[in-house]
């Protein structure tokens, strides 16, 4: 039900493309479509509402986005934005502990969400005639919510274990988390999107209707719908679901600014493990920073797929990985994190690995990017961008994404920023923000 990683969010909405080769040769790439089509309203409660017509197949995706996630906790409550979640499934007076999945699916649909460090999201994907169906469940639990102190207790048990089995018994996610705690001091995002375990144990009832009243409010929240039907005649029904739930307060903002790193921070852990993973991480600006696109371009020449510098010399040539990756969170809010990793190959020790990390970064830093590899990275990206638009619910989640960064007429302009990109520009951002005496480091280490 959940994605425990922001960058898994972030992966669901730019994934790569597979056929890297044929793309870099294209031509031509196809161009995504524009926002002109969107039917864009605010409700007079402050619900922000986003509409796109798409006959192709009778079939609709609804999609609603909470602006709450990790960021939003205090410390000793992390995890309540995850578990509210989990919660919002658990019923409501007019509609009983897990009714909402059991109608979506006797509708033939499909349901699920996610949480991630800065937005919460749940959506639904069925038939198009469905569609008031599913705008009377999410009204409906938008403001009707039970939160009954017995369902949070047994659903407590659920989230525990699946901090157990995605984070304390996962390698990578353990050494992820690590890495994660020691980069930020001041910012949120330093706290896991699942929480500390010991902060699971504690989280109350009380705590749990005041994260719920205060961030579930039709003013921090946007509603996409992509699929078959009349925009307009959709609009209505929004209207009529969601217009008469009361405005809330504005919920309080962000306001931690992490301070700059003065030196290196390095964890290393020993856990039960088959081989050594080594993680680096720098920070680096958000989207709003015109250098934005010129580190989305850097993480693909780095990470993206198997022509990839850390794949084809790590893995493929070298062979001391046994898988490598990384990755560029364009959407988050706040500056976050520039990762990339790598998994040693039996008989590597994660200190060879490690060397051989920086140095594909410090050669980035000392060599400008070739016109093949800088077009073959440019292509690669919108061409992912591109296909995402035969799926209504990627287009959705588009949608809605760049609504949470700024407004969704952003997402016109992603692919041209993507295009102007220079080699040089590549090198400036590879020098400007990935010293190697500012870096975090994280090593796990096997035990038998």
Request: proline fraction near 7%; charged fraction near 25%.
């Amino acid at each position: 039900m959940s994605v425990p990683l922001a960058r898994s969010a972030v992966a669901l909405l730019l994934l790569a493309a597979c056929a890297v080769a044929a793309v870099a040769r294209a031509a031509e790439p196809a161009r995504a479509p524009g926002t002109d089509a969107v039917l864009a309203a605010t409700l007079d409660n402050g619900l922000r509402v986003l509409l796109l017509e798409d006959h192709r197949s009778p079939i609709v995706s609804v999609q609603v986005w909470y602006r709450v996630g990790s960021r939003n906790e205090r410390r000793g409550a992390t995890g309540l934005a995850h578990f509210l979640e989990h919660m919002m499934f658990k019923g409501t007076p007019t509609h009983g502990p897990r009714q909402f999945a059991r109608l979506v699916e006797q509708n033939g649909g499909q349901d699920n969400a996610f949480t991630s460090q800065d937005v919460t999201s749940y959506f639904v994907n069925l038939a198009a005639d469905k569609l008031d169906l599913v705008l009377e469940l999410e009204a409906d639990r938008m403001q009707n919510l039970l939160l009954d102190p017995k369902e949070i207790d047994a659903e407590r048990e659920v989230v525990m274990e699946e901090r157990r089995t995605r984070t304390e018994d996962d390698p990578e996610g353990f050494l992820g988390e690590e890495v994660s705690s020691i980069a930020f001091k001041a910012h949120p995002y330093g706290s896991p999107i699942i929480g500390w375990m010991e902060d699971l144990k504690r989280i109350t009832p009380e705590q749990m209707r005041a994260f719920y009243r205060t961030y579930y409010v039709p003013n921090n929240a946007i509603l996409v719908a992509v699929g078959a039907f009349s925009a307009p005649q959709a609009l209505e029904r929004v209207r009529q679901r969601f217009g008469t739930i009361p405005r809330g307060p504005d919920p309080p903002p962000v306001l931690a600014i992490e301070p700059p790193q003065n030196g290196e921070r390095r964890v290393t852990v020993k856990k039960q493990a088959r081989l050594p993973i080594v993680y680096l991480g720098w920070h680096v600006p958000t989207q709003q920073s015109p250098d934005a696109p010129a580190l989305e371009v850097l993480s693909t020449i780095l990470s993206g797929g198997r022509a990839s510098r850390l794949y084809r010399s790590l893995v493929y040539e070298r062979q001391l990985a046994l898988q490598a990756g990384g990755d560029y969170s364009y959407f988050s809010l706040d500056p976050n994190l520039f990762w990339f990793w790598a998994t040693a190959m039996p008989g590597q020790t994660p200190e060879t690995l490690e060397k051989a990390l920086l140095e594909e970064m410090e050669r980035l830093r000392a060599e400008p990017v070739g016109d093949e590899e800088l077009e073959r990275a440019k292509n690669q990206i919108e061409a992912s961008f591109v296909f995402q638009q035969d799926s209504i619910f990627r287009r959705a989640s588009l949608l809605a994404r760049f609504e949470t960064i700024g407004g969704y007429r952003l997402l016109d302009g992603f692919v041209p920023k993507i295009r102007a990109v220079t080699a040089t520009d590549v090198q400036r951002v590879a020098r400007a923000y990935f010293p190697p005496e500012k870096k975090n480091v994280g090593v796990l280490i096997p035990l038998p």
